[in-house]
């Protein structure tokens, strides 16, 4: 090998320095290649590509030996790691070619690679692409190929058969003949290695060798992959599948649908992705519009010759289509192209003498990016990362040592605009801290940037972690790429062009797949800033970074295991769960379980939130109340006491949404789905201390519809912390032993209750009783200024004392007692007062009302006024009860009893003194209907000489009475029959009597 020696003359022997590529830094792999030729042991600084090539150089020049060849097998796998930012710039590859170039043929660099050197770099944005061919230009290709008479013997000789078909050997010279009209340069042996390939066609074989060399391919190891691979529509698939007495042969057609199923992303990726998205319009076109299984085969057969025509000499003509449909005639064939070409999918082309696919469209991509990226202003990163969809870093580790969810957001930024980001940043969609990816603007060197991300970067008020990545560059092209890609996907020219929108959505695809791989790498590689001095650990994973910053963050987070609601947002059937607790904290605080039964979704938020916490616990046998956490439950214990520190004023009101915020915010980090419930818990195991107000108005007890109102809208509601010394707890004791004694007794455990009592009694007051006058002003005064409080301990401590004017608590109690209890009597003793006015006028003894029930049947019904048959009605069922009482008043006042006034009792007190009159007037009359009368009617007329004065009075007697009046009137017949007057002297005297009986009734009433 005279060429060999003269490029390598060897007379010392030349240092071989060998380096198998991997996806790392090549400066170090080759620097410790180097090292070890050179006898040294391994070093584990780190070298700057400077230094290394220095001593490339040095070590070339040294007298001791020919010169340096420096072997880099694999280089490819360099490559991809530069591509991927997981190893270093590709701009070393320039410097080591320059540097060899000046090196007099003393150092030489050989990289072995299976594809050309700027496929490698195909994933990467426009700019960076051409970047590559400029590196690859330092360099010569030696392109080592086999010829495609070559790739078809190996394939020969890796296909075993016992037997062939004899229309293989015919089907073979027909390939081989065609092949030799375009390539004279073909051996004379061709067809017969076409042969040996059976069962694939002899025009696949002959295509296999040059679809291993197209981008999507690797040369023979894609062609030996093809036929060993297990996947659809593949050879060995087709082996298996198909039975060996019903087989022909593995054909083109059967090719397009392996490369369909498997390969087609790839494909429309590479430079022949154009032209595959049309032969793709072109076979559903077919597909939809003929129908028949025949054409589509036929014109999947002519879209892989046509895709792969160059390179082996095939083409689309009669002859090959024939061999390949062989049981077919060729009038057939020909048809079937015709229709084809009726279709507008094929065309014959004269010069090259055979069918291709129609190339139905002439969009062309790359001048539509180009042009898009010249008018563009730049990247809009924030559209850029809503389009990427970047996903959240999650604390894992916080999660399962807290049960709660934590994770930060990912942003994509410049770096002067992720300067601005960290300085201003309030986390806004329930994440806690922020990694900032941030690209430095072109030109900015690395250093620079590096300060300025750490002197950006923070722990407090929320960790932000600003980094920046290695392969910035990268991104910053294919994200423009992106953008673009967007933009021209809705450019009006695609509408009617579907070859064309198939190639920009495949491009997007691929493009947007390659961002991806690079901000994943981004996120691992970028060198991290966290606000402290020292960087982040190079490639150190950000799940534990977001753990450690999330355990440091929410350091007093309680331990709650809910899957339910434990977090921000809840679903519909775990806010019902939730609803129903919050209602049996409030109605079954003293029962074990709350009561619940069985294990409905409430009773699991039992367990989680209260029970397993100790908030509720037994105190006593059977006995359950809300408690303070125990010194055991930490975490609850530091959210308590941050709680009851709020209440520092006594004077003041905390509003409930500000102790949600507490809640919220480090250390705690309370999700917003478990504060309802942990707040409830702090009220009841505090309610004899904490007022509760909604809309500023006191509540004297939480009720459902107070928890329901909470739920929409905390910001309502406030509380007090109401301080109580000796002395107020000697009047709240007083005060609980008026509530007693008037029938509102309140638990002595609790002496706010005391007040809460107090307020309720007037607010539960029968209305008539707020709003009457006929009260002492005592009782009316004390009334209004407890229906108007706003604040329990003002009422008790500061309006009331003020407005008794007592000198101490024993005083203040006695004075209040009187008013609590004509409050407390006032609407009884008013329809007591009613009921007895009504009695005397219907001349009934208050201890007879069975007499007057009895009267009031006889009456009902025989008057024909409905209302005074309605006070019978009602007089019959009348027992001296409340409820009696009013039933008849509210006949009376036309009104029920929510609605009275003082003018309603008075207007009342004379309507049932009318009705009692008539219902004694119709008694006298109940014999009519049959009935047997409960008194009897008298009418007279008395008038006595000359211009005296007339009396006619009628009136009526009850039946209780009745005997009385018989009995006198005997005995005074009696009496004056003894007198031996005369009957009319007898009447006389009756006349005189009567008239003085009637003139001292008026002069008495006068």
Partial sequence: MPNFDKAFPTRNGWLIVPVVGKRSSVVAELNAALRKAKGKGTDHRKV????????????????????????????????????????????????????????????????????????????LG?????????????????????????????????????RRPTLMRDASRAIAESIRSRRPAVGGKFAEALETCWPLHPAMAALLGPISKRQFGQNERSTFGFLASVEPHGFRSYLHTTPIESTSWYRPDNYWDYLRSNLEPAILASPDGHRWSQAVEAIERTEAKAGNPFLVELIKNVAIIDLFRNGSGLAADTAVLGAIFYSHPITEIEKGLEELARLRVILFKKHIGAWSVFEGSDFDIDAAITKTLATSSGVDYNYLAQLMGLHPVVAKRHYHETGTMRWMSISLSQLDEAERLAENYVPAKGEFGLFALALPERGLSPKVAQRRARESSRRSPWPVLVGIPRNHARIEELGAELVALETVKDRHELQGDAVARREVHARLAAVKANLEEQLQAAMTNAQWFDGSNEPVEAGARLSPIASDLAGDLYSSAPLVWSELVNRDSVSSNSVKARRDLLHRMLTHEAVENLGIEGFPAERGLYETLLRSTGLHREVSDGHWRFMAPDKSETRFGDIWQATRDLFVDSSSRVNASDILKLWSAPPFGVKAGIQPVILAAFLLAHQSNVAVYKDGMFIPRLTDADIDEYLQDAS?????????????????????????????????????????GLVALVFNLPVWTQRTHQLSDGARAIRDTLLKASDPHKVLFVDLVALLDTSDGDAYVQALRNPIAELAGAYETMLRSVDSGMLAALDAPPDQLDRLRARAEAVAGITGDLRQDSFATRLAKHDGSITSIEGILSLAADKPPRDWTDRDIDAATLEISKVALRFRQAEAFVSVKGRKPNCEAFAVVIGAGTGAKMISRSFDITDRHLQAVESKADELASQLRKQGLSTDVLLAILAKTGMRLAADEEKNHG
């Avoid at 010169?67 to 530069?82: C, Q, T």
């Avoid at 007090?720 to 638990?747: F, P, Q, S, T």
């Fill in 48 to 123: 700057s590509p400077t230094s290394l090539i220095n001593e490339l150089c040095q070590t070339a020049e040294d007298q001791t030996q020919d010169g340096v060849l420096v072997i880099l097998d694999e280089m490819g796998k360099f490559l991809e790691g530069s591509a991927l930012g997981h190893g270093d710039d590709v701009y070393f590859f320039q410097e080591l070619a320059e540097a060899a170039a000046r090196a007099n043929g003393k150092l030489v660099v050989v990289g072995v690679l299976h594809q050309s050197f700027a496929q490698y770099g195909a994933r």
């Fill in 716 to 756: 309502r509601f406030s509380l007090r912390w109401v301080v109580i010394d000796e002395e107020k707890a000697r009047i709240l004791g007083g005060i609980a032993n008026i509530l007693a004694e008037v029938g509102h007794a309140a638990e002595a455990r609790d002496p706010l209750e005391a007040a809460r």
């Fill in 126 to 162: 426009t700019d960076t692409r051409d970047d590559w061919a400029k590196v690859q230009g330092r360099y010569v290709d030696l392109p080592f190929v086999a010829a495609s008479d070559e790739v078809v013997e190996l394939i020969g000789r890796a296909i075993e058969a016992k």
